[in-house]
């Protein structure tokens, strides 16, 4: 069984540049989360993919934004890079939506100069 | 809106000395609560589900428990290598929202 997978694992931005990060769920899910988690803090839910579409989402501005794909991979692009969007962004996938268990990937190491 | 509340923020034990991390929630219609460990620069861990009150799981060292408002993941004869950032999340509505805590930092000294 092939776990949650992520690219890049590293990446340094320039404020106002955008950037797309992708996630491989894990074999069997169907539903990816993405999730930003600042150095010290607990993940913060960005959105979630349900069968290709956005299913929910969190406190963050439409500059976020995502994809899912027939094979249940995903893509999150955030547009107009800001200082604060350094952090690790964490995607993780699930069999369904309520209820259960969330498995993450390594995440990628966002930074913005 | 849902919250969690986890305590205490770090915790030092020497190994084989037994301890409780604490996660207090309140949450409109739980659809479950989670517990994961984290290792520095890494993503989470899945450890544990629990869906009602009065429910226990056991993996290894740690066994998590669940109340009506708090759960609590107790770790017995702790070893180094248990040594992690625990994180407490709770999901709710029909999407699976789920809010993190932000986390117990233990540290396990030999």
């Known amino acids: 069984e092939t776990g949650v997978t992520q690219s890049p694992t590293h990446l340094i931005k320039t404020r106002g540049q955008q950037v797309t990060l992708r996630c491989s769920s894990q074999s069997g899910h169907n539903t990816v989360s993405w999730y930003q988690q600042a150095l010290g803090q607990g993940p913060q839910f960005i959105f979630q993919?349900?069968?290709?579409?956005?299913?929910g989402r969190g406190n963050f501005p439409p500059r976020f934004s995502g994809l899912q794909f027939p094979n249940y991979s995903s893509e999150l692009n955030v547009n107009a890079l800001e200082l604060d969007d350094s952090a690790l962004y964490l995607c993780a996938s699930s069999a369904g939506t309520g209820g259960y268990e969330q498995y993450f990937g390594p995440g990628t190491r966002l930074t913005v100069t | 809106e849902d919250q969690v509340t986890q305590s205490p923020e770090a915790l030092r034990l020497q190994e084989g000395e037994s301890s409780s991390l604490n996660c207090s929630y309140t949450?409109?219609?739980?659809?479950?609560l989670f517990w994961y460990r984290q290792d520095p620069g890494k993503g989470p861990e899945f450890l544990f589900t629990?869906?009602?009150a009065g429910e226990e799981k056991e993996k290894e060292r740690l066994k998590a428990t669940l109340t009506k408002k708090e759960s609590f993941l107790h770790i017995t004869a702790p070893k180094p290598e248990d040594s992690a950032t625990y994180l407490c999340?709770?999901?709710?509505?029909?999407?699976?929202?789920?809010?993190f805590g932000t986390g117990t930092k233990l540290q396990v000294i030999p």
């Open positions: 993919y349900y069968r290709e579409e956005e299913n």
């Open positions: 949450v409109s219609g739980l659809r479950g």
């Open positions: 999340a709770v999901g709710s509505g029909g999407y699976q929202k789920v809010t």
């Open positions: 629990l869906y009602s």
